[in-house]
């Protein structure tokens, strides 16, 4: 059992928010107040880049009030960054972090923020520097390995499932064609997430498409045809990060069909959110094969909502959020170097949730980098819905949804002679 | 004073959806129980079209329970339309209204189907059938003559109050440009509402965007550059109407720049939301002209959330559409041949609403169209933001909103030496 070291403290967030992603903050700097042997917390500002730039709050002086709502409220009040730390980089962050005796570093982030960890870990290792480096998991994507789920991932999960059910009463009013894109990269998850929508044999999502099933543009349009003729309308779910049957994304497709290359990030991402190009593109796919016959086609793209709309959390979520942040505290008194926090599902006939510290390795493998997708019996034979059995795994994550009424279909009397 | 009349009623639903538009449902629904003069409730489903394919369904047998459900849920229950009533539907309504004896007419809708509404009150008063046209108010757009404010309004600006809250602490995180499109056509109360999620002094919205007020794309992008100076980072709120100086809607210019000249409905107005064209073709602006120096730009178009999301309303809408459905059964029993139930600001220290019924042409003058739009003092001189004083008119209409955590700025302690 490795030594507690007497030192200080930092806690950093990285990569896109969350509604729950402060939860794991004041998770850390609660726990924090029961350890003698950490000083000094400090919040660096925007990630690794507050660390380089020595840009710091002092987070164990935080009035408690304030920490409360601070939890509730998404984003990250940290600042966030998509910085990815290189050889020089990584010199500047132990510069900081020799000069402020820094002992414990904790990372909230996704693939991106472990991977940044591993660097920071392994340079730590090489240079003798005595440091704990803990990754704490935040995403709304799901997509970490070692982990049942990921904190972040029920709340955008329960917006989505909200969206739909709201969705699919509008869809219902005034029929028509509607496609929704959702987030998601390389993961379903998200997407998936919309099936909780259903309550009613009819209702929307009628058709689901995510990053694991190749999607082609003609079968999409008869899949659409199908569902009108059964029902007058269609509502369908899509990922942003669809692919071709060579698994090229339709986003990149339409980017370099528009002269242009695509935006990419320090991760070699290429841009997929903030834009309504792919709703726009697969709209004008619709309407093009299937014409006037096929009524209203609209497409919305939720966007940033799904990740930062306040008070629209999953209460389990939170819960495990916060969870994950004490939980990385007391585990980096004991861990020899560090490693990342998973949540795991424990065999029980409730759902019942537990920790575990894990390899920082076992968590974003990179070269070539590996993250979780959707498990295959989740995906239909056609690729073009989600199986009814996600929801056994989803719906604890996401808690109750709201009811949708609707009348009884009593018929008026005939009228009098 | 007019005799109350026996006979049969027909309640319809018309044009987009809303948060509250089945409480004014169910307000009819209600208040009808009171009165046995009116023997039958008929639900028209999906509007006029329901009255002449005679798809009704019975609403004065609806279970209590189902009632309170289908008040809470968002979208139309009865299913709604866009259909224009000419001479030829005119007739097959009125074949309907007689075979079923229908003496009262409930239509919930906005401009559309207060004309509508004209049309058909118009065609009784000429053939002599004694009918009861009672329109009531709803649309989030906010633009109907003769109120201070529409059922559905209240609710639409909170869903987007409350998505910039979200939005602006997302930026903050990850700060860049962030450009979110809103639904407001002629009118920009919607859009305007946004300045609801300020409550430091350098949140987002720090632009807002509206049709009352002419855009030109060049201006627009250095008020950006202006923001970014400042704050380093800029949250920007417009609406889907917005115009040039010459009164064109950008939406349709950037349509014709792409070869289309824009889908139309039946009253001729050109499709603006179910697409993200404005938000890439504002964005791409913003790209061009400020390039690498601006960070990232990403645009948004909150779509049909805005106006059927579960769960998100104000409860001032909510209550105040369900007694617009009450108080139009009320009147329809004094009152000549109908009218509009308007909702009024009573003049008041505290905020209290009442209503009146108004003439059916003062509520959506046809021959032009005529609707309300934001006053001109709201409107800041650059065309750019929204007065603060918007802020009385609009608080009350939404409710309390989330307040926003945030950490104290207490520097850490300096580095041992």
Known sequence: MA????????????????????QTLVGVIEE????????????????????????FIDLKRQPRSMLDLVAATPGSALGATRD??????????????????????????????AEAAQIIHSVAKNEKYDLRVIHLPKTIDNDLLANDHCPGYGSAARFVAMAFIGDNQDNRALPGVKLNILMGRDAGFI????????????????????????????RFVDDIAGVCNKYGRCVVAI??????????????????????????????????????????????????????????VRADTYGYLQRAFPNIYSDVDAWEARLV?????????????GGSVALLRLPSTTYTAGTELVPLEAVAPPNPPKFKTLDKKYLTAKGNNIDDSFREYVRPLVGELPKVGWFEQIAVPPPEA
């Open 32 to 55: 924090l107040q029961e350890y003698s042997h950490i000083r000094h917390l400090l919040g660096a500002r925007h990630g690794v880049r507050g660390i380089v730039n020595e840009d």
């Open 239 to 296: 990922s942003e990060g669809i692919r071709d049957d060579g698994g090229v994304l339709w986003m990149q497709k339409i980017r370099k069909g528009q002269g242009g290359a695509g935006e990419t990030d320090n991760f070699g991402h290429i841009q997929l959110s903030g834009t309504g190009s792919l709703a726009d593109f697969l709209a004008d796919a619709v309407k093009e094969k299937l014409g006037e016959t096929i009524g209203r």
């Open 3 to 22: 030594k507690a070291i007497t030192g200080n403290a930092i806690v950093g967030q990285a990569g896109g928010p969350t509604a729950v992603i402060n």
């Open 84 to 113: 990815r730390p290189d050889q020089e980089y990584c010199h500047r962050i132990f510069e900081s972090f020799r000069k402020h005796d820094i002992r414990y570093f904790f990372y909230i982030g996704g693939n991106d923020s």
């Open 325 to 337: 942040g004490q939980m990385g505290v007391s585990y980096s008194v004991d861990a020899e170097r």
């Open 191 to 218: 997407t998936a997430a919309s099936i909780l929508a259903r309550q009613r044999e009819d209702d929307g999502p009628h058709l689901v498409y995510v990053p694991e099933s190749p999607v082609l543009i003609d």
